[in-house]
Antibody, heavy 126, light 108 residues
């Protein structure tokens, strides 16, 4: 069965960096793109970016450009999300989510996030 | 960027009620919309994609409809396990797949 298992909670000081991992199992790792989504306490879901586990290409939300780096290790089927220059507003639960799609004749594919990691709480506090 | 709004932001309902949540997009997104359910302390769970396709294993009391800029998620008969927050997500502007602000469904 498909599983996405994330690393444990982190506490960081302002200005530091954090690196969250997401280990995939139960499917061919390089066949599905992975997204990262975060959720501040009591708030909604915020899309951060995407990584192609096959070639490693990435695309980030403009808000995080210059501060976020997404990487992957195909030997361990793991994707990573590193966020630098942390501030208190970065306190949130960070999720990885696999995207699947279905082909629809004559149109763009229909995408959807079918599996999610359990989330990693990152707390930024002095 | 495509913005999504949801209404209501909060609703109070009883077991057995029919519940409808609306999601509106700032521009047309065809049927590139998904719905998720999230319970406290848990990751979101996919309910519906392509605006109206029920994800495998999701109860048939959940249904989705709409196209263009207006979409609805309907729960035909609310069950105790359905009390949660519901999010819509647009998947039209690849790869920037933004979410709506959420609708919390609480027990009356």
């Amino acid at each position: 069965q498909v599983q996405l298992v994330q690393s444990g909670a982190e506490v960081k000081k302002p200005g530091a960096s954090v690196k969250v991992s997401c280990k995939a199992s139960g499917y061919t790792f390089t066949s599905y793109y992975m997204h990262w989504v975060r959720q501040a306490p009591g708030q909604g879901l915020e899309w951060m970016g995407i990584i192609n586990p096959s070639g490693g290409s990435t695309s980030y939300a403009q808000k995080f450009q210059g501060r976020v780096t997404m990487t992957r290790d195909t030997s361990t089927s793991t994707v990573y999300m590193e966020l630098s220059s942390l501030r208190s507003e970065d306190t949130a639960v960070y999720y990885c989510a696999r995207v699947d799609w279905i082909a629809v004749a004559g149109t763009e594919p229909q995408y959807y996030f079918d599996y999610w990691g359990q989330g990693t709480l990152v707390t930024v506090s002095s | 960027d495509i913005q999504l709004t949801q209404s209501p932001s909060f609703l109070s309902a009883s077991v057995g009620d029919r519940v409808t949540i609306t999601c509106r997009a700032s521009q047309g997104i065809s049927s590139y919309l998904a719905w998720y359910q999230q319970k406290p302390g848990k990751a979101p769970k996919l309910l519906i994609y392509a605006a109206s396709t029920l994800q495998s294993g999701v109860p048939s009391r959940f249904s989705g409809s709409g196209s263009g800029t207006e979409f609805t998620l309907t729960i035909s008969s609310l069950q105790p396990e359905d009390f949660a927050t519901y999010y819509c997500q647009q998947l039209n502007s690849y790869p920037l797949f933004t979410f709506g602000p959420g609708t919390k469904v609480d027990i009356k």
